[in-house]
């Protein structure tokens, strides 16, 4: 994994430039020492020169969040930006980081679904740990995670049941880090309680009243979209009283964006853009944490029945989740459960924060392609592929040679 940190070496360009500039000043100003005052300035201009050179094309690389003399309007103490020192600690720790051969949540591995009539105490262990990984060929990307994945683990439950998380805090981490479940009634759906410094561990029990599928994700200072936006969410579904209708598949599949300084594709250790966060235009637009992480791991056969969890981490964009060349024949809204679903539907929104569930029965062999239907953001990176094998069914699907 090539991760040579330019934007260090972007920080220390400037710094030196800074520095060299009023000594080179001082030193042409005592004659005695001209030659000593040109040398210095010389160093200067080529600092000042490699640095325009090298980072002047990037069009976001001098901008901050917030302007310098402003104030972010949220409501905490903190705005987006990571502060310095946090930047600092980064470079500095840059090799404590485990680098992670694969960010991807395989989308195939999904818990037993639940048909038990009783209700029961379950415990979830969760760790938040930050890692460096690629989120294409040669682009590496500091994630915040669940567990070392993006998204985090599916977490499955009853309703009814009573559910111990326990959170625990990597020592590498460099930042606190919490979990706020959208399925948990009560302050911060958790995340009052359970903000959780580097190396400690805290837990938290709840009921889980409502069935559905449910976001969970870091709810931690420096903005919780900048959080989010790392990496850190996940689903846990609360099935219904008798479970759901059985299936032959179940896939997980969580889209969620990613900011960077650098552009599509660009090589090598990747900074964190809060600005481009903010104007919520990132960099990357992925299914599980990177791009193509699907490939390969969502396969049927002809006459299975699918279903897909998605759901949405943002921390912008809302999804227009579609697969091409196939129709939804059952969709639960917004991942309501207890409410009629929806039939026969081509595309469904996935909000921010917010997940859905579809399902589909295979008729026709082939590749089908899973997008956002923005369909601009698949050249950032959302999509992925379901591969059907089976017989042809030519009473559904039949092409024709002509001529
Ligand atoms: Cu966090």
């Known amino acids: 994994m090539h991760i040579f940190p330019f934007e260090l070496f972007r920080v220390f360009a400037l710094v030196l430039a800074a520095l060299v500039a009023p000594l080179a000043f001082l030193l042409v100003r005592r004659r005695k020492m001209w030659r000593m005052g040109v040398a210095a300035c010389s160093a200067a201009l080529f600092v000042l020169l490699l640095y325009v050179g090298l980072f002047a094309g990037k069009a976001t690389a001098m901008r901050p969040a917030i302007p310098y003399f402003g104030r972010a309007q949220g409501p905490f103490e903190h705005g987006p930006e990571l502060p310095l020192s946090s930047a600092l600690q980064f470079f500095l720790h840059l090799g404590g980081f485990r680098q992670v051969a694969d960010i991807a949540a395989n989308p195939a591995a999904i ?208 999804s227009s989740f579609h697969v091409i060349g196939e129709i939804f024949d059952e969709v639960y809204p917004e991942g309501a459960m207890g409410s009629e679903t929806h039939r026969n539907v081509q595309s469904t929104i996935i909000p921010a924060g917010g997940s859905s569930i579809v399902e589909f029965t295979v008729d026709v062999p082939g590749r089908y392609v899973l997008v956002d239907h923005a369909l601009a953001r698949m050249d950032r990176g959302a999509w992925g592929v379901l591969e059907v094998k089976g017989e042809p069914a030519p009473d559904i699907y039949k092409p024709h040679v002509n001529g």
């Open 111 to 318: 818990p037993e679904p639940i048909f038990r009539r009783e209700s029961m105490h379950l415990t979830f262990n969760l760790t938040a740990e930050e890692v460096l990984a690629e989120v294409t060929n040669g682009s590496v990307v500091n994630y915040w995670t669940f567990n070392g994945q993006v998204p985090g683990p599916l977490l499955r439950a009853r309703v009814g049941d009573t559910i111990t998380v326990n959170l625990h805090n990597a020592m590498s981490s460099l930042h606190t880090h919490s979990v706020d479940f959208h399925a948990v009634t009560g302050p911060g759906g958790g995340a009052v309680f359970l903000q959780v410094p580097p190396g400690e561990t805290k837990s938290l029990t709840w009921k889980a009243l409502n069935p559905g599928l449910y976001v969970y994700h870091c709810a931690s200072s420096h903005s919780v979209a900048t959080h989010m936006a790392h990496g850190q969410y996940g689903l846990i579904l609360i099935e219904p009283e008798g479970g759901l209708p059985p299936v032959d598949r179940e896939f997980y599949v969580m889209q969620g964006e990613i900011y960077t300084r650098g552009d599509i594709g660009d090589k090598g250790l990747q900074a964190f853009d809060t600005r481009r966060m903010l104007d919520e235009l990132p960099t990357y637009v992925v299914f599980n944490g990177r791009v193509g992480s699907l490939q390969g791991k969502m396969e049927a056969r002809v006459g299975e029945r699918v279903r897909i969890f998605l759901g949405n981490g943002g921390v912008g964009k809302v």
